[in-house]
T-cell receptor, first 116, second 113 residues
Framework: AQKITQTQPGMFVQEKEAVTLDCTYDTSDPSYGLFWYKQPSSGEMIFLIYQGSYDQQNATEGRYSLNFQKARKSANLVISASQLGDSAMYFCAMRDFALGYSTLTFGKGTMLLVSP | EAQVTQNPRYLITVTGKKLTVTCSQNMNHEYMSWYRQDPGLGLRQIYYSMNVEVTDKGDVPEGYKVSRKEKRNFPLILESPSPNQTSLYFC????????????FGPGTRLTVL
C-alpha cells in the first residue's frame, strides 16, 4: 500500500482564489511528521510547511495552512489567495520511524497551475 | 545563509566514467540523505547518514556509494555510471529527530550517455 497518496495529478485555479491540495497517508508509527514541498519548474525542492503527529493545532505559514485530520489520515495543503508564482509541482511527504529508521516518503505530486 | 549546496548542478557524462556529486550543509545537521527523482516514480531515497561515519542504504542504493567523513559533507559516488542512473539528484539534511524537517539542495541533473 502506498504510504502517501496524492489523488490530484493537476489542479487549476485563478489568481487570488484559494485552493486545496489533497494528501492522505498511511503509517503504523504513532510519531510522524507531515511535510509539503514545492517544486517550481527550475527544479529545486522548497519546504513549505510541517505538521507533527502530536500537534493539536493545524500548522500555518503565511498563505499556507495544513488541514490535518488525524483520524482520517489526511493532511491537505490550503493555499489562500493564489499567486502566479504558486504555479509549481507540490509534494506531500511523511517522515516516520516505522521501518526502524527515519525515512521520508513522498507522494507522486500535484501540478498546480494558477491563471491570471 | 543556512543552505545545502550541491555540485555540479548539471553533468553529462559517459557510461563507466566514475563521478562524484558533492553535497555540503552549513546548518550543523546530523542527518543527511540522497534522493533521486524520476518521472512517474517520484523521489526515492538512495542512501542516508545519521552522523559522521554512519551510513545506510535507502530504497535504491544499487550502483551508488557514499561516505560521511565530516559532518558537513556527504558526497555521492557513482563508480561506473550507467544510462539508467540518468536522473535528478537531491541532497538533503536535517537535525537528528526522526520527524524533523529535511532541507534540500538545489539538485544535480545528471545525464549518462
Amino acid at each position: 500500500a502506498q504510504k502517501i497518496t496524492q489523488t490530484q495529478p493537476g489542479m487549476f485555479v485563478q489568481e487570488k482564489e484559494a485552493v486545496t491540495l489533497d494528501c492522505t497517508y498511511d503509517t503504523s508509527d504513532p510519531s510522524y511528521g507531515l511535510f509539503w514541498y514545492k517544486q517550481p519548474s527550475s527544479g529545486e525542492m522548497i519546504f513549505l510547511i510541517y505538521q507533527g503527529s502530536y500537534d493539536q493545532q493545524n500548522a500555518t505559514e503565511g498563505r499556507y495552512s495544513l488541514n490535518f485530520q488525524k483520524a482520517r489520515k489526511s493532511a491537505n495543503l490550503v493555499i489562500s489567495a493564489s499567486q502566479l508564482g504558486d504555479s509549481a509541482m507540490y509534494f506531500c511527504a511523511m517522515r516516520d520511524f516505522a521501518l526502524g529508521y527515519s525515512t521520508l516518503t513522498f507522494g507522486k505530486g500535484t501540478m498546480l497551475l494558477v491563471s491570471p | 545563509e543556512a543552505q545545502v549546496t550541491q555540485n555540479p548542478r548539471y553533468l553529462i557524462t559517459v557510461t563507466g566514467k566514475k563521478l562524484t556529486v558533492t553535497c555540503s550543509q552549513n546548518m550543523n545537521h546530523e542527518y543527511m540523505s540522497w534522493y533521486r527523482q524520476d518521472p512517474g516514480l517520484g523521489l526515492r531515497q538512495i542512501y542516508y547518514s545519521m552522523n559522521v561515519e554512519v551510513t545506510d542504504k535507502g530504497d535504491v542504493p544499487e550502483g551508488y556509494k557514499v561516505s560521511r567523513k565530516e559532518k558537513r559533507n556527504f558526497p555521492l559516488i557513482l563508480e561506473s555510471p550507467s544510462p539508467n542512473q540518468t536522473s535528478l539528484y537531491f541532497c538533503a539534511s536535517s537535525t537528528r529527530g526522526p520527524t524533523d524537517t529535511q532541507y534540500f539542495g538545489p539538485g544535480t541533473r545528471l545525464t549518462v550517455l
